[in-house]
């Protein structure tokens, strides 16, 4: 049971990634009570990313380093971060907020700023689901030392696909990267390290059927993929180990418990202080409609939010006068 005493804050951050950790630092030199809860340890996708060279002041950084820079710099300022897992935010009927976590707490606030991420988009064909972890992936860094020397497929052509199957080629002796169409979405600087590649071929217009596999002394091992040629229609079957799989991510906005305007892909709609259609809401990162999602745009974004945050309390109290 929450401890009353310990269950009132100004602002709770749902989410440790670098949105909620920026959020949180700013809040702290804010003063304002604020508390962030993290079902994992903070970092979100800093976590997945091996190595961030487009965050400013940093050439090159690895993606856990700069999440253990955050929370310490968060943490540096007050920010309170607890391990929990959230399982709703409802509005209240005096507008406030209360989140709710699996683990049985009750949080309140007037403010809540969201900043939950996303989940990988699956993609939804037979095999994936049988096989993930067992040579279906949806994270190179956690899971890429696994296939020392092997043969492997990355699906998906944006951003993270482009950029998982090169730094896959670590590890892996050769990437095949699958992509729907005949062009890439990813950014011009990644198609070109991906070219310069030798271990990487690109199979274009290529969907995947299904992910065959096999099992044996009760193991399960990926064995290969069954493709299609998305102009020809011609079928063929790849042999490979691992599925690597960066199609895109899914917002995670089901803790949201009433209506919130949000685009057709789901991602949650803001004004310019970062406030969703329900006054008090905050969002910041990933799960914000918005042209690119960065770390440096998670970060700006939160800190938008957090100012915002402040100003939004103050307006408040001197409506209601508390
Ligand atoms: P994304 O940019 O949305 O790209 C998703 C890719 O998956 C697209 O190429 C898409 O094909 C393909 N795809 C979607 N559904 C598919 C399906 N069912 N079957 C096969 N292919 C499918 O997603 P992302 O690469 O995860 O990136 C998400 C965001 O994070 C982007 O804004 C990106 O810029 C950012 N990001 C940046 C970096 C970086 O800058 N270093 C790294 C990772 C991510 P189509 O092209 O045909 O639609």
Redesign the pocket.
């Known amino acids: 049971m929450t401890d009353p005493a310990n269950s009132e804050f100004d602002t709770i951050i749902v989410g440790a990634g670098p949105a909620g950790l920026c959020a949180a630092m700013y809040a702290g030199r804010g003063m304002l009570r604020a508390l962030t809860l993290e079902s994992r340890v903070p970092g979100g996708e800093l976590l997945n990313?091996e190595k961030?060279?487009?965050y400013p002041g940093f050439e090159s950084i690895l993606g856990r380093e700069l999440a253990e820079r955050m929370a310490s710099h968060a943490r540096k300022f007050g920010a309170e971060i607890r391990q929990m897992t959230v399982e709703g935010i409802q509005r209240l009927p005096d507008g406030s907020f209360e989140v709710r976590t699996v683990e049985g707490e009750r949080f309140h606030a007037p403010t809540v700023i969201l900043t939950a991420g996303g989940t990988?988009?699956k993609?939804?064909v037979p095999g994936e689901v049988e096989y993930a972890g067992f040579g279906v992936s949806y994270c190179a860094v956690c899971d890429g030392a696994f296939f020392r020397g092997q043969t492997i497929a990355v699906?998906?052509?944006?951003?993270?696909?482009?950029?998982?199957a090169d730094y896959l080629t670590r590890y892996a002796e050769k990437v095949y990267l699958?992509?729907?169409?005949n062009?890439?979405?990813?950014?011009r600087l990644?198609q070109e390290r991906l070219f310069a590649n030798p271990k990487i071929e690109v199979l274009w217009n290529r969907?995947?059927l299904s992910i065959e596999g096999r099992e044996h002394a009760g193991l399960r091992d990926v064995t290969g993929l069954s493709l299609e040629d998305t102009v020809t229609g011609q079928r063929s079957s790849l042999p490979v180990s691992g599925c690597f799989v960066?199609?895109?991510?899914r917002p995670n906005t089901g803790l949201i418990q009433e209506h919130f305007a949000h685009d057709p892909g789901g991602y949650i709609v803001t004004d310019d202080r970062m406030m969703t259609s329900i006054p008090g809401l905050f969002a910041a990162g990933?799960l914000r409609a918005q042209?690119?999602?960065?770390v440096t745009t998670a970060v700006g974004d939160a800190t938008t939010a957090a100012i915002a945050v402040e100003k939004f309390l103050t307006e408040r109290r001197s409506k209601v006068g508390v």
């Open positions: 990313t961030i060279e487009d990988p988009t993609l939804g699906v998906g052509g944006g951003d993270a696909a482009v950029e998982e699958i992509h729907r169409r062009q890439l979405r990813a950014s990644l969907q995947v960066f199609i895109g991510f990933d042209l690119t999602r960065q």
